[in-house]
């Protein structure tokens, strides 16, 4: 019993006619006849009653009528799936990311992604760059956004948006009164970095940038996200070099103020994945990726 018997079959169930049914399926009269023989002679029970004006169900044709087009609603209904699973519009995404990355562009993508395809379940990780990494190899992500990522063998790094640095200044700070801040206008500042973490990260691109300019650093704290460190700012324990996009934290006492730097000129967003990752979901999302990021 196969899928093609079944549709012949539902078609003589429902034209009680073997002219008529093989019409409405587009076929001869003989290849109908032979398929529902075989049929019965595979059930090994009689499903049509022939009579000279056409064909009625059996007890057991009526039975097998409520099964088949169970089974042929049920065969269109996985079709229809897998159709959509290969081109991307089913299943999960799952997306590493850090907690400034959630202050600007990645959320738009994210919304944008899931408008073009509500079915995809999205699921957000909250991971630093070494977790990402981690996870990408577990296959725990799909997808991970971060800053200054390592060259690795087996994951590749696409830019998505550049940002420019920007200094967060407690409100009454006297660099307020500056329409743009330098490193030297730092030097010797308490200053917060952020993010204590063991890979090269901002903070190390910041005090790489400092001995560079021949500029003083006098660090603060350390901590381990951008949100801690702009807290700290309005507590007034300091200030904080951080991206463009920090300035949607929009904490009461914190102003932001544009960084003058040779060193610190812009800092790349990227997004990191899997080289050998051929699913449809991931592919998908990188090509709104790509598109989107024109106009970033």
Known sequence: MDVKQLRYFIALAEEQHFGRAAERLHITQPPLTRSIQALESSLDTTLFVRTSKGATLTTAGHLLLEKARSILSLTQDAREHVRLAGQGFIGRLDVGVFSSGMFNVIPHLLGEFHRERPEVKIRIHSMGKAQQLIALRE??????????????????????????????????????????????????????????????????????????????LNVEQEVDDVMMAIALVASRFGVCITTESAANLKLPGVVYRPLHSLQLQDIELSCLYRKEDDSPILNSFLRLIRCRRRAL
Do not use: C
């Not at 800053?147 to 994951?155: G, K, M, N, S």
């Not at 420019?164 to 200053?191: F, M, R, W």
């Open 139 to 216: 296959k725990r992500i799909s997808i991970g956004f971060n800053r200054l990522v390592p060259q690795e063998p087996d994951i590749a790094v696409e830019w998505v948006r550049h940002e420019s640095y920007i200094v967060a200044l407690y409100d009454d700070h006297p660099l307020v009164a500056k329409s743009a801040i330098t490193l030297a206008d730092l030097e010797n500042l308490p200053l917060i970095l952020y993010p204590k973490a063991p890979v090269h990260g901002l903070m190390q691109v910041i005090a790489d940038a400092f001995h560079h300019e021949g500029v003083q």
